[in-house]
């Protein structure tokens, strides 16, 4: 099993920054990507960043230029830098750490970011 600890989730004004960590401990090894995926009240859960071994990235494109995501390996700790936050951000964001093989997905409890006035 692996465990994920997110922290970092907080309230922001519009236009602020926040960054995002997600600290994975346990059986790690074979851990090839992992990624931050966000659910918004009434809306589907949604994936924000992701990235894999090698240093690829990907992201959503209503985030695209906003946000970065990182991976510290020494650290099996992956973050998440936000920053122009805007009130459509505001979700419950969720660390997920996936190995590929074979194919397992471990999801973090969340962590709560608010952009509002």
């Known amino acids: 099993q692996v465990q994920l600890a997110e922290s970092g989730g907080a309230w922001v004004q519009p236009g602020g920054s926040l960054r995002l960590s997600c600290a994975a401990s346990g059986r790690t090894l074979g851990i090839r990507v992992m990624a931050w995926y966000r659910q918004a009240p009434g809306r589907l859960r949604e994936l924000v960043a992701i990235?894999?071994?090698?240093?690829?990235?990907n992201y959503a494109e209503s985030v695209k230029g906003r946000f970065t995501i990182s991976r510290d390996n020494a650290k099996n700790t992956v973050y998440l830098q936000m920053n122009s936050l805007k009130p459509e951000d505001t979700a419950v964001y969720y660390c997920v750490a996936r190995r590929l093989t074979p194919r397992e997905d471990y999801w973090g409890q969340g962590t709560q970011v608010t952009v509002s006035p």
């Open positions: 990235t894999a071994d090698g240093g690829t990235t």
